[in-house]
């Protein structure tokens, strides 16, 4: 039970597995209005930015769950680099199944509803660890603007147009479940960027450090055709943001 390498290839050096970059991480947290004590339940959490650095700065407690071998390491890494071993623990597990044993003050995924089927269905999922009146947060792409053709958002990186909802249909889809958008925090190019960009020399190095790996020739047609297809596709198209989310 474990992601691909080619995805812990891609993102070897990420702290945060999204497009979010740590202010934006930070300012989430601040907007969240965290207090000292607050339990968490992240699935799909990742190297455990959110929570190690949220336990750190707010006082959270809590509990990542996450399929990747190399990942969950990371985020165990970070945690004690942090000194909030004490405060987080990270399951290596398939978060698609997980539920909390004592219901949470907030619930997360934060990029991976395909562990619920997608939005709805991670919705469902999360509620079943969240406590009543608890927060939940669902990070989700969204097209910034319609999608012109399905080449267009098959370039984006999805399966067609009806894959992702434009930003008020998706915040119409929350409500639709029977959930309030109480904050979201919106990724930006700058922040796309970062994250996208940073696997190019993630890829670049990795390739130049194992040029007979069985994988290499996958990793040189990724490194040749992901830049341009980004700058001329996805940076226009595809917005990614974290809603929070209350039940009515």
């Known amino acids: 039970m474990d992601l691909p390498r080619i995805f ?5 050096s990420h702290r945060i597995h999204n497009p979010f970059t740590a202010d934006k991480l930070a300012a989430l947290g601040q907007a969240l209005r965290l207090t000292p004590g607050t339990s968490v339940l992240d699935l799909a959490s990742g190297s455990g930015e959110m929570l190690c650095t949220w336990a750190r700065d707010h006082g959270v407690t809590g ?3 996450d399929i990747s071998t190399v990942f969950t390491e990371q985020a165990r890494a970070r945690a004690a680099e942090l000194e909030v071993t004490d405060r987080v623990t990270f399951v290596h597990s398939d978060a698609s199944g997980f539920v909390s044993q004592e219901p949470v003050d907030l619930a997360a995924c934060v990029g991976a509803t395909w562990i619920g089927g997608g939005v709805d269905g991670t919705v469902e ?14 990070g989700e792409p969204y097209w910034r603007q319609d999608v012109p053709s399905p080449h267009v958002a098959t370039a984006c990186g999805a399966g067609g147009p009806d894959d992702f909802l434009v930003l008020p249909e998706l915040i119409e889809q ?8 109480v904050e ?8 796309w960027d970062r994250y996208q960009a940073a696997q190019w020399l993630n890829l670049r190095r990795w390739l130049d450090d194992n040029p007979g790996d069985e994988l290499a020739a996958e990793v040189r047609a990724e490194l040749s055709t992901d830049p341009v297809r980004y700058a001329r596709y996805q940076r226009e198209h595809l917005g990614w943001g974290v809603f929070a989310l209350m039940a009515r």
Do not use: C, K, Y
């Not at 812990?8 to 070897?12: F, Q």
């Open 8 to 12: 812990t290839i891609r993102e070897s």
């Open 184 to 191: 979201i925090v919106l990724a930006d190019q700058d922040s």
């Open 174 to 181: 929350f409500g639709g479940l029977g959930f309030d958008v």
């Open 63 to 65: 509990t990542g769950v």
């Open 125 to 138: 999922l999360l509620n079943r660890s969240l406590r009543p009146g608890g927060v939940m947060l669902i």
